[in-house]
């Protein structure tokens, strides 16, 4: 069982940055990749990106690809999510989910049915 805490986020302008995280307790997940999602407002659960277990290898959705940095730090079973260059329409609940432990997941890892655990959520909103 893993529990996923996000938090970082709140009111940024268009342009800003913002810098989410998502803690781990319960089993560790070092092993295992983690995965960021978003979801605005009247929209389905969208991809943002993953990062595998080891943080050599990180992968983005093309609507935030140059202006998003996955990261982890696995000695405080932290991921990150570095947001810059923000634009309104990254406004939404930012969630990071983890698969169960041994699940063999399809690359590039973006449908929300593959993972097992999920953080509550944190509301980013992007002013114009």
């Known amino acids: 069982q893993v529990t996923l805490v996000e938090s970082g986020g709140g009111l940024v302008q268009a342009g800003g940055s913002l810098r989410l995280s998502c803690a781990a307790s319960?089993?560790?997940?070092?092993?295992?990749?983690v995965s960021w999602f978003r979801q605005g407002p009247g929209k389905e659960r969208e991809f943002v990106g993953f990062?595998?277990?080891?943080?050599?290898?990180?992968y983005y959705a093309d609507s935030v690809k140059g202006r998003f940095t996955i990261s982890r730090d696995n000695a405080k079973n932290t991921v990150y999510l570095q947001m810059d260059s923000v634009k309104p329409e990254d406004t939404a609940l930012y969630y990071c989910?983890?698969?169960?432990?041994?699940?063999?997941?399809?690359?590039?890892?973006?449908?929300?049915?593959?993972?097992?655990?999920w953080g509550q959520g944190t509301q980013v909103t992007v002013s114009s």
């Open positions: 989910a983890v698969p169960r432990q041994g699940k063999v997941l399809l690359f590039p890892y973006s449908r929300p049915s593959e993972y097992d655990y």
């Open positions: 319960g089993r560790t997940f070092s092993n295992s990749i």
């Open positions: 990062i595998n277990a080891s943080g050599g290898r990180t």
